[in-house]
């Protein structure tokens, strides 16, 4: 199968492999997710004959499937067209969902005529192929021809019928153009049938597609269908600066998700007081500068002040409450006196492991380096204890007795003496000096 239904002119298929027939990647847009698919339906279930179609760009037709064909979501079929012919789309829903997309676009069941001819066949298919390839050429020899005749008019898309024998141009102009002159052109140049359907252009920008300056693909070209009106209100209401560059699409018409917080910021502003401009005070009249809908905050000012002073909402229907009785509040707002010494703050909770800081390991750490630190430097003495080992006093040792003695006296702990007999003079000279290390009265005796 193949991906050139897509609006993008084709795409390399992605994701399960399946050469571009399960509508991946760019090829699913507008798609619908049958959440009924994995269900089973009754023994005496009969399925509904009535199969959603999907084209290119957004087009989506229903057609009968009266052959009773087995259909699933992906699948290439040829389709009966209102001009004669056939083309081949891709099939995009079945089952009882098609029942409600029908409910959704108030579409009545008596009123689907068209059918389904057969599943699209491997001529069908290299037909469907090279008459879309055919597409972009032929839309810039369209415009060449436009422009020699001084039409104002911009050919947007070209969308060939399945069977190669018609083309469908869309194109977008500011008013009423006389086109008959080039569809005779036309018609001698590409030897088929001429259709010109004219669109606006948030349409142009579905068929396009692009990306808008949110960083991410245009509403209009993945999800959104229906186009409803936006209105400069739908900014005003949510503080935006009324910039048409800012506020204005790839189409050149206002962004279509101005709509989608605009019953959220609508809900918030039913308790936010209407004409509140200015506000009079003993000190003077305060003027509006800001509203905060949702911390329900409002900004004022004096005049020749650069100090804004924030209000709650209660406070400002209070101090507009008092106006309209002709009463002028001393101050704006009312300062909170607070007790210097606040009551404990209880917790609610208690901390069973006993880390308080984030940084206990860093200072414990700090405190060993520092401590290795000083016993590196600590200077070295006939008193002093090696790094890492207490500092103890050093005792006196006693001398060594010959080793067939058995009578020989222990050392003042009652430990034997070292024996006498070694291997080596290096190895007996290194023993005694370390056992007499920390007794520098005491003479050594003879080798």
């Known amino acids: 199968m193949g991906c050139g239904s897509c609006s993008t002119g084709g795409c390399a298929p992605a994701g399960c492999k399946s050469n571009g027939s399960c509508l991946t990647n760019g090829c699913s847009k507008l798609d619908v997710y049958d ?13 509904f004959n009535i199969i959603e179609i999907k084209f290119k760009g957004s087009r989506k037709e229903f057609y009968l499937n009266t052959e009773n064909l087995y259909l699933e979501a992906g699948e290439l079929v040829a389709v009966e067209t209102t001009t004669g012919g056939y083309d081949i789309g891709h099939v ?16 009545r069941t008596e009123d689907v005529v068209k059918k389904i001819y057969r599943k699209a066949t491997p001529g069908d ?32 898309d070209v969308d060939y019928q399945g069977d190669r024998t018609k083309a469908t141009f869309y194109y977008t102009a500011e008013g009423r153009v006389d086109f008959r002159e080039l569809i005779k052109k036309m018609a001698e140049t590409f030897r088929i049938r001429i259709e010109m359907r004219q669109i606006g ?23 959104l269908t229906d186009f409803k009106t936006v209105s400069t209100s739908a900014a005003r209401y949510q503080n935006l600066s009324l910039n048409t560059l800012k506020l204005a699409g790839q189409c050149g018409k206002l962004k279509c998700c101005l709509n989608y917080e605009l019953d959220t910021y609508m809900d918030a502003l039913k308790d936010i007081p209407d004409n509140v401009e200015r506000l009079e005070t003993l000190t003077g009249t305060v003027r509006h500068q800001k509203t905060d809908i949702f911390k329900k905050l409002m900004w004022f000012s004096y005049p020749n002040d650069e100090n804004w002073i924030a209000l709650d909402i209660a406070r400002v229907k209070e101090v507009q409450k008092l106006n ?31 880390q308080d800081s984030l940084t206990r390991l860093d200072n414990k750490n700090n405190r060993n380096k520092k401590n290795n ?35 020989a006296p222990k050392g003042p702990e009652g430990s034997a003496p070292p024996s006498a007999e070694r291997t080596g003079g290096q190895n007996r000279n290194n023993n005694r000096r370390k056992n007499y290390r920390g007794n520098n009265n005491r003479e050594r005796p003879s080798e």
């Open 35 to 47: 959440w009924l698919s994995h269900m089973d339906m009754p023994s005496n279930y009969k399925p």
């Open 92 to 107: 995009s829903l079945t089952g009882e969902l098609v029942r409600m997309q029908l409910k959704k676009r108030h579409v």
């Open 125 to 156: 298919v290299d037909k469907w192929k090279i008459s879309k390839d055919l597409e972009f050429e032929t839309m810039h020899k369209s415009r060449v021809l436009a422009k020699e005749l001084g039409l104002a008019m911009k050919l947007s």
């Open 201 to 223: 252009m948030r349409q142009e920008a579905s068929r396009l597609g692009g990306i808008g300056s949110c960083g991410r693909e245009l509403c209009c070209s993945t999800w």
């Open 324 to 354: 309209r009785e002709g009463i002028k509040p001393e101050y704006l707002k009312i300062e909170v006196e607070t007790n210097k010494t606040a009551p404990a703050k209880v917790l609610d909770y208690e901390n069973v492991v006993g």
């Open 373 to 407: 630190r000083n016993k590196k430097n600590k200077p070295k003495g006939p008193n002093s204890s090696a790094p890492g080992e207490s500092a103890q006093r050093p005792q006196q040792v006693a001398a060594p007795r010959p080793a067939n003695n058995p009578q």
